[in-house]
Structures are given as structure tokens and as C-alpha cells.
């Protein structure tokens, strides 16, 4: 099968050319409507010669997500179901910077994307390792979710009232879908590269993070890496006890090894980290868990980004209430650690990843004439 044209490199297609005898401009118009028109056939590239495009067409592939299910509304939290070329299914979240609860606007958004189909590290909590892992996503795979929500969204019809659509509608990418991006590391430093690069998708590293259980070779890398990007851990359990209940992961890279990798990091970017810890009831959100979370947060000059579990059906985890949560918040705060609680209600679609794949991919087992794209 041919390659996919967005998995190569600027330099690669640029030695490809010049040996076509191509000038370097003819290049430039080919990644401007790769990644700036985010074209999804050879045929839209209108300025380009016809034998060029034919050329192109007989050495790669082009392709972008097919949107199967979009769940959501314009100004919330819109859930993408994706078709790949080989029929697997993957999804993305595309979260308003600023939700629409005060009436305003926000064309700035972060999009959640995914990295495999399924995953291998079977967290005991997670939807998306409920039926394991499938393969790893080419690069072209993994960037082409932010060039086809945009696609779509630009696509959608816009109230006049809401001024010109913007040129981008994804500011901010966090790597938080399916999969465990660690364990498929150079598909997605080749996928973030092209989203960085001026001539890909030119969004800044800053503005980039990405989401381990804590494998801990990859966050050595990460760290060692020139581009900074954002790094975030999920931890939910600052003991190894509690946190080998719930990940497997914690066997190979226990809490003092990921700890170390932390602290590589973050002495080699000076950059703050991010650690996520899902609240779940009877697991890991009693009080006695503040304090060496405290700890940990502490020693890695870490903020800790509390989210209540979302409840994946067939699964019997629940969260705490909402006085509980708080009262985890309030305890860790009263540490003198950052953290953030997030209560608001209607997100429920927002985290977990995971769950409209694992409920599709059932429906098609049952019944393959389910599926349908539906706004
Ligand atoms: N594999 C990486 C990237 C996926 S991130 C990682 O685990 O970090 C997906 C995030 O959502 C992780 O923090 C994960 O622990 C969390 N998550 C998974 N299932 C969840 C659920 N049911 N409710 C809330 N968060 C969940
Ligand atoms: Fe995989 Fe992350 Fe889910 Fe664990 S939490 S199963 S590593 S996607």
C-alpha cells in the first residue's frame, strides 16, 4: 500500500521533488493545501499541474478521518467518531476554550486526539483498553484528526451574527485519546513535528501536551527532546499500593521510577507538569490520600488537575459525591498544592475517551446498519 503523503517529512518531499525536476514553490503550494486548505483529494489542488497531481497520486495516499458520529453542539464540548482507511474507528474531543455558560463565545478550542487503536495497559478504569489494543496510528492518522475536525467545523453552517469563522479553530492539542501515545513515540513526534513546523500546522509546542500512565522511557525522551512540548501524568494514586490496584503500568515503572523521570523533566525544560488524578469512590479519593499526593505534587512542583470518574458501563467504579470531591480539593489545597476540581455538569462526554468507540464498536457487532453521522 502507498504511504500517506501527510506522514512525510517537508525535507523528504522536498528531495522527492527536486528529483522531478519540481521548483521548491511547486512544494510550498503542495503543503499549503495539505495542511493550511487541509485538502482531501488531489483533485481540489486546482493550481497545481495536472501531471503533478498525478505524479503525487501514483506515490501517495491522501487521506483524512471520516467522520462517522459527531456528538455535541456548536460553543460545547463536540465528540468526533473517526472511520480510518482500514475501517478502525477512533475518536477526538474538541472542547471550547471558554463554554458557552455566560452566553460567550469562544472560537479558540483544544482538541483532544488519540494515538492508538485501543490500548494495551489496561487500566482497570478505562474504556479504551476494555478490548485491547488494535495497532499504533501512522502520524498522517494521528495530526490528520486536528485537520479534519477543522475541516468539518469550517464546513458547519455559521451564524452571522458570530463574525468570520477562524482561520484555525484548534489552539490548543492535548494528547489524551485512545491510546497510550508513549508506546507508539516516534508516529507521534513525527505527527506533533508537522503540527509544530511553520509550514505544517504551525501550532506552537507550548500549546501542545501530552498525556503518559508513566511510561517512563518516553518521558525520558520527551525531556530530551529539543521541542517543548507539555508533559501530563496520570496518576490517580500517589502509593504504589493504590496505584497498582488500578495500573498495571505501575508494575513495570513503579512511583519512584516515574517520579525520577519527572523529575528529569522538569529540570530539563523548567517547565511545570501537570498530574491527573480521577476521583473514584472506594479507590482512591479517601483523605488519606492527600498527604502523600501533597508529597509528590510537592517534590515535582507539580499542579494536580482532580477530575470526578466518569462512569464507563460495564464497569463498576463510581465517582464520590460532589462534597466529597470538594472536600479532596479543599484538603490537598490546604497543602499548599495547586489544584483544579472540575464539577461542571454537561461534560460528561467531555474525558474518558474511549466510551462512544467501545459503545459503536458493539452496536456494529449487534448491528452494522447503526452507525450514523448525526449532529
Ligand atoms: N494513555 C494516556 C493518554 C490517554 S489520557 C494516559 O493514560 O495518560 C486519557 C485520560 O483520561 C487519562 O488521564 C485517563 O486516566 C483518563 N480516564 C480514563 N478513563 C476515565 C474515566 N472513565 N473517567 C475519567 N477519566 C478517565
Ligand atoms: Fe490506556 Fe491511558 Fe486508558 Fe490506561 S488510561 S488504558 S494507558 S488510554
Request: proline share 7%; aromatic share 6%; with cysteine.
Amino acid at each position: 500500500m502507498l504511504p500517506d503523503v501527510r506522514s512525510q517529512t517537508r525535507e523528504s518531499l522536498l528531495t522527492l521533488f527536486q528529483g522531478w525536476n519540481e521548483p521548491t514553490y511547486r512544494l510550498d503550494q503542495l503543503l499549503g493545501w495539505l495542511y493550511a486548505r487541509r485538502a482531501a483529494s488531489w483533485e481540489e489542488m486546482s493550481n497545481l499541474p495536472k501531471g503533478l497531481r498525478q505524479r503525487l497520486a501514483e506515490t501517495f495516499r491522501l487521506a483524512l478521518p471520516e467522520p462517522l458520529r459527531v456528538q455535541g453542539a456548536q460553543d460545547t464540548t463536540r465528540k468526533f467518531l473517526w472511520k480510518l482507511g482500514d475501517g478502525s474507528l477512533i475518536e477526538s474531543v474538541l472542547i471550547p476554550a471558554n463554554p458557552a455558560l455566560y452566553g460567550e463565545r469562544s472560537d479558540r478550542h483544544t482538541l483532544c486526539i488519540s494515538t492508538q487503536v485501543g490500548c494495551a495497559y489496561g487500566c482497570r478504569f478505562c474504556a479504551s483498553g476494555l478490548d485491547g489494543w488494535k495497532r499504533n496510528l501512522e502520524p498522517h492518522e494521528i495530526l490528520g484528526q486536528v485537520l479534519a475536525v477543522e475541516r468539518w467545523q469550517s464546513a458547519q453552517p455559521r451564524d452571522p451574527a458570530a463574525g468570520p469563522a477562524p482561520e484555525r479553530w484548534v489552539g490548543n492539542i492535548v494528547v489524551m485519546g485512545m491510546g497510550e501515545p508513549m508506546a507508539n513515540y516516534p508516529h507521534l513526534m513525527a505527527a506533533l513535528r508537522t503540527l509544530n513546523a511553520p509550514w505544517g500546522g504551525n501550532i506552537g509546542a507550548r500549546k501542545i501536551t501530552i498525556s503518559t500512565s508513566g511510561v517512563v522511557p518516553g518521558i525520558r525522551s520527551l525531556a530530551d527532546d529539543p521541542l517543548q512540548f507539555r508533559l501530563a501524568i496520570s496518576l490517580h494514586g500517589a502509593t504504589d499500593a493504590v496505584r497498582g490496584q488500578i495500573m498495571p503500568v505501575n508494575r513495570k515503572y513503579p512511583l519512584a521510577e516515574l517520579t525520577a523521570a519527572c523529575e528529569h523533566y522538569v529540570a530539563q525544560k523548567g517547565k511545570m507538569i501537570t498530574l491527573e488524578y480521577i476521583l473514584i469512590d472506594g479507590i482512591n479519593a479517601g483523605l488519606d490520600q492527600v498527604a502523600p499526593l501533597a508529597r509528590l505534587a510537592q517534590r515535582l512542583h507539580a499542579k494536580v488537575n482532580l477530575i470526578p470518574y466518569n462512569r464507563v458501563e460495564g464497569l463498576p467504579w463510581n465517582r464520590p459525591s460532589e462534597s466529597d470531591c470538594r472536600a479532596f480539593a479543599q484538603a490537598l489545597e490546604s497543602q499548599r498544592v495547586t489544584a483544579t476540581l472540575r464539577l461542571e455538569k454537561g461534560h460528561d462526554i467531555d474525558a474518558a475517551c474511549g466510551q462512544l468507540r467501545l459503545r459503536t464498536e458493539r452496536e456494529l457487532a449487534s448491528d452494522p446498519a447503526t452507525p450514523t453521522l448525526a449532529a
